[in-house]
């Protein structure tokens, strides 16, 4: 497993989040886990990756698909 090494960090937030590692039961490399994790879900997906594909599928129908008929006479 990878490691991460941060430097430079104030004693009060290095003492903030013991405490907060102390409230929740779990270690202060425990928290730091955990937050790392959520932030990690924050993050955009991969650009290579597809989110949806289209699918073209033949109906047999031969009409015009007009704003018409796809919305009704509303026209939304």
Known sequence: MNAVHIT???????NA?????????RSLQGELRVILERAARLAP????????KLVTVRTG???????????GADGR
Request: proline letters at 6%; charged letters at 30%; glycine letters at 2%.
């Open 8 to 14: 430079q960090i104030h004693p009060e937030t290095i």
């Open 17 to 25: 989040l013991k405490r907060l590692a102390r409230s929740n039961h």
């Open 45 to 52: 997906p991969d650009a290579t990756r597809d989110e949806f």
């Open 61 to 71: 129908y031969t009409g015009s698909w007009s704003r018409e008929e796809i919305y």
